[in-house]
């Protein structure tokens, strides 16, 4: 038994330098992925932030009143809690509250989604073309859009470059 242990020598210097470059070779690898890692974490958690954040204010309009009336505004009236935008770019605004915004820009989005900006338009259906070919006066095409600025695979993107998520969905008169 002595023998076959009395000659071993251990490693050789050429082996230790071989296998030295193979791990630095399988390390520097490793380090070039983990920055995309870090992006593709990054990108996800914040495309389902603002994914919430649409859905949780297209629920707040999908629940506010718009509904028939005998009168127009008042006691006994029609109720438009959902309110109309003028134009794309403007938020939507109620004919029944003397004109108020319904649901207002948040620029940003209060915390800790303050990295957040969200809009909400409320188009009416049963104005020109409609909504998508569908001409209904009892029927609004909703649509919230959140932006952010996105990550890159080399770090936080230059300012002033977006991301926007948008969802979109129609309401009908109650």
């Not at 718009?66 to 438009?80: I, K, R, S, V, Y």
């Not at 188009?123 to 409609?130: E, K, L, P, Q």
């Not at 006066?137 to 990550?151: E, K, S």
């Not at 977006?162 to 008169?173: C, E, I, L, P």
Request: net charge negative; glycine share 10%.
């Amino acid at each position: 038994m002595e023998e076959r242990f009395a000659n071993q020598r251990g490693m050789t210097l050429v082996e230790i330098m071989i296998a030295v470059a193979i791990i630095g070779v399988g390390l520097t690898a490793l380090a070039q992925v983990i920055p995309l890692a870090a992006y593709g974490i990054h990108e996800g958690s914040h495309l389902s932030t603002a994914t919430f954040l649409a859905n949780q204010r297209l629920e707040q309009m999908r629940n506010a009143r718009w509904e028939d009336g005998t009168l127009p505004c008042g006691a006994g009236a029609a109720m438009d809690q959902l309110g109309v935008s003028a134009t794309t770019t403007a938020a939507p605004i109620s004919s029944c509250a003397g004109g108020a915004v319904t649901f207002p820009d948040e620029n940003p989005v209060v915390a800790p989604y303050d990295g957040y900006s969200r809009t909400a338009r409320v188009i009416s259906c049963g104005v020109g073309a409609g909504c998508n070919g569908i001409v209904d006066d009892d029927l609004r095409q909703v649509t919230v859009t959140v932006t952010y600025r996105p990550m890159t695979g080399i770090g936080i993107s230059p300012a002033g470059t977006n991301k926007a998520t948008t969802v979109s969905m129609y309401v009908a008169k109650r």
